[in-house]
């Protein structure tokens, strides 16, 4: 088998994930015919390590400047792919840096998506119904779904040069929901195969009221707005809002960081609202980073056209942000 694969896999300062990560890309029984690795802007090693390795065994680095999340990268990788002058390929395969593929994997999703129905094929997705995600049947080896989890999935070219790369303004969290909405509602199926063949280490972060989850809420809430402005309908608005509304009352009621849960998430709703994009809170240091994300809005025109918000009520916003940065 030859298709034309380009493979993309983002990573941040997880050097030795990432080696282990690219030697079971490498052991692929259908090789890709580029592997692209996208850093952002790592600081443990990882740059000098993938500077050895650019350009050896259809490797190709990209540097960003600065943490664009997993959303700036895989849509850098995507761009490259379209540019490349050199090779014109059939798919892109999405990839992490803390997943393991079985050697089977990306011949199991070429196999499945030449022939099938299908535009994209993830290795994990769910059903959508009231804004809410309903897992698959796990019966089911091969089934159309509403959204398909991006980590593992493979893509058709023409959609992504027919539909554009992934939003990179959502930098972490539902860029792939709000991609899998861009696909139906342009005719494009998706599908799930659950074939086994990926072995997730979840090293962003996971459970209830942990640290990580603190900035994944504020992204989560976000998000999901930018994803109802771009694609709205009545009933996602309200599925948004009972959502909201239940996971604010289960942090003001549960949680043992219960105001600061509560206002980041908070603050996840308000810039969604506002349009502000990009990486307007920091992972590491949960701090917000106002000014930077108000300029990334206003440079790819994300934010809503409100004509009584103006500029000094903007402003007063990012004050506000900016002085619980200070406490």
Known sequence: ????????????????TLKTALEHVLAQTVKPAT?????????????????????????????????TGSAGAIAAGMDFGLTNNHKKYDYFWVLDDDTF??????????????????????????????????????????????????DGALIKATVVRNLGTICEEFFMMCDDHEYSVRMQRNGYKIGVLKNGADNRLYLGGGGQFTRATLWRGYYS??????????????????GYCLLQSKLL??????????????????MGILHGIL???GRTLDPGTLKFTAQKAWKFAKSKKLAIHIPLITTQVLELFDYFELSYNVL
Request: glycine share 6%; net charge neutral.
């Open 275 to 277: 349009g502000r994009g």
């Open 1 to 16: 088998m030859d298709s034309k694969v380009c493979a993309i896999l983002v990573t941040f300062n997880r050097l030795d």
């Open 101 to 150: 593929y079985a050697p089977n994997a990306l011949q199991d999703l070429v196999e499945n998506i030449e022939n099938s129905q299908f535009s994209m094929i993830g290795l994990h997705g769910a059903h959508i119904r009231m804004g809410r995600k309903i897992q698959v049947k796990d019966d089911v080896r091969l089934q159309e779904v509403d959204y398909a989890m991006i």
């Open 35 to 67: 592997i692209v690795v996208v850093d952002n802007n790592s600081t443990d090693g990882t740059i000098e390590y993938l500077q050895s390795v650019d350009g050896q065994n259809r490797i190709h680095c990209i540097f960003m400047d600065n943490n």
């Open 221 to 238: 809430a976000r998000n999901h707005i930018f994803i109802i402005k771009k694609h709205f309908s009545f009933v996602n608005l309200f």
């Open 249 to 266: 009352i289960t942090a003001a009621l549960l949680a043992p960081d219960r105001f600061k849960r509560v206002q980041f998430r908070l």
